[in-house]
T-cell receptor, first 114, second 113 residues
């Protein structure tokens, strides 16, 4: 079974630039999560999708972050404009459904904002 | 407010020794508790999952315990190996709503030869 795929693996941008991350969840997984993990901390949930609908985005900085999951499969997370404090690893995870105990994580995208 | 606190923040042990990591939580109502291992530069990988009725769960050299009354969990690693060097993250989910998980900050474990 293929795992959660993410790209790019690394990205370096200057502040005020924009960036987009892509995630392809495990086939058949209806629930998709985006997390932000700052160095030395645990992951922080940014947004949770159920199919192509948003379940929770209460911690997503909506003035600069946006995410979509068209057709309920792949998802993209965008930051525009980026700030220095956005430097982090962005993890995508998927699960069969919200009640599923098991979340499967991708390798993450390491973003550095200079 | 739902919170998960882990201790110690970091731990250094010698190869072959045992160690125990702690997780205290205030998440309510409790649904499940998971321990993840996160190698440097990789996403977290699940080690154990426990629900309210389970008080111990093993996965090879990893054994997790859960005391739902005191809201505490521990992860015991037996006969540590160099490959155990990683961050160990405790995650607790509440029942209902969208089952949003609450993550701890993790314990960084370094195993020296």
């Amino acid at each position: 079974e293929a795992g959660v795929a993410q790209s790019p693996r690394y990205k370096i941008i200057e502040k005020r630039q924009s960036v987009a991350f892509w995630c392809n969840p495990i086939s058949g997984h209806a629930t998709l999560y985006w997390y932000q993990q700052i160095l030395g901390q645990g992951p922080k949930l940014l947004i949770q999708f159920q199919n192509n609908g948003v379940v929770d985005d209460s911690q997503l900085p909506k003035d600069r972050f946006s995410a979509e999951r068209l057709k309920g499969v792949d998802s993209t997370l965008k930051i525009q404009p980026a700030k220095l404090e956005d430097s982090a690893v962005y993890l995508c995870a998927s699960s069969l459904d919200p009640q599923s105990y098991e979340q499967y994580f991708g390798p993450g995208t390491r973003l550095t904002v200079t | 407010k739902n919170q998960v606190e882990q201790s110690p923040q970091s731990l250094i042990i010698l190869e072959g020794k045992n160690c125990t990591l702690q997780c205290n939580y205030t998440v309510s109502p409790f649904s499940n508790l998971r321990w993840y291992k996160q190698d440097t530069g990789r996403g977290p990988v699940s080690l154990t999952i426990m629900t309210f009725s389970e008080n111990t769960k093993s996965n090879g050299r990893y054994t997790a315990t859960l005391d739902a009354d005191t809201k505490q969990s521990s992860l015991h690693i037996t006969a540590s190996q160099l490959s155990d060097s990683a961050s160990y993250i405790c995650v607790v989910s509440a029942i209902g709503g969208s089952y949003i998980p609450t993550f701890g900050r993790g314990t960084s474990l370094i195993v020296h030869p």
